[in-house]
């Protein structure tokens, strides 16, 4: 029985000494092929990151050039305001009192004070004499209006732009620059 277990131990000791062999061979190719795996996936988050600078480094220079081109642009539109300024007349066309469309019981009321901008003094004289019908057209407009209209911004916007449109239509050969509101009280 101790012979046996010589050949035996022998056979084992060759067995395991082939298993860890073969054991640290199938370890080296699993790392030899888990290595392609990491190389690919290293490389990918490298290449990732790579273009995430550089679209980051482009969108700050993009952003920095568009910065500047606003700032010149306001620059710019300030030098324009002032000589805007310089020249424009204002023209007070008075107080507009007019009774709102609606179907409730309690009339509605607005009361505006207006005050055109026009391009040039010299069309004082005309605005003067055609002051009657830029009124009326005024006048006309204001009482088709409801309350609803002129609420918020957005209804103050359109109340202006109408208001233009009217009295460049009615001013035909005399530039207005705008319209602009003094006082506005809805009751």
């Given at each position: 029985?101790?012979e046996d277990?010589a050949?035996k131990?022998?056979?084992?000791e060759?067995?395991?000494?082939?298993?860890?062999?073969?054991?640290?061979e199938?370890?080296?190719?699993g790392?030899k092929?888990?290595?392609?795996?990491?190389?690919?996936l290293?490389?990918?988050?490298?290449a990732?990151?790579?273009?995430?600078?550089l679209?980051?480094v482009?969108?700050y220079?993009?952003h920095a050039?568009?910065?500047?081109?606003?700032?010149?642009a306001?620059?710019q539109?300030a030098?324009?305001?002032?000589?805007k300024?310089?020249?424009?007349v204002?023209?007070?066309?008075?107080?507009l009192?007019v009774?709102?469309?609606?179907?409730?019981k309690?009339?509605?009321f607005?009361k505006v004070?207006i005050?055109l901008?026009l391009?040039?003094?010299?069309?004082?004289p005309?605005?003067?004499?055609?002051k009657?019908?830029?009124?009326?057209?005024?006048?006309v407009?204001?009482?088709e209006l409801?309350?609803?209209d002129?609420r918020g911004s957005?209804?103050m916007?359109?109340?202006?732009?109408?208001?233009?449109?009217?009295v460049?239509?009615?001013?035909?050969?005399?530039?207005?620059?705008?319209?602009l509101?003094q006082e506005?009280?809805?009751?």
């Amino acid at each position: 029985m101790a012979e046996d277990k010589a050949p035996k131990d022998k056979a084992d000791e060759a067995e395991d000494a082939a298993a860890e062999t073969g054991a640290a061979e199938g370890l080296e190719e699993g790392k030899k092929k888990r290595r392609p795996k990491k190389l690919v996936l290293i490389a990918g988050v490298v290449a990732v990151m790579l273009l995430a600078g550089l679209g980051g480094v482009a969108f700050y220079f993009l952003h920095a050039r568009k910065a500047g081109d606003a700032a010149h642009a306001a620059e710019q539109s300030a030098g324009d305001a002032d000589a805007k300024s310089a020249k424009a007349v204002f023209y007070n066309l008075g107080d507009l009192l007019v009774n709102l469309s609606g179907e409730g019981k309690h009339p509605n009321f607005l009361k505006v004070k207006i005050s055109l901008e026009l391009a040039d003094e010299k069309d004082v004289p005309l605005i003067d004499a055609i002051k009657p019908r830029v009124v009326d057209n005024f006048q006309v407009y204001l009482r088709e209006l409801r309350i609803e209209d002129l609420r918020g911004s957005a209804g103050m916007y359109r109340l202006r732009e109408e208001l233009l449109m009217r009295v460049t239509e009615a001013a035909q050969p005399v530039r207005i620059r705008d319209v602009l509101f003094q006082e506005m009280l809805v009751q």
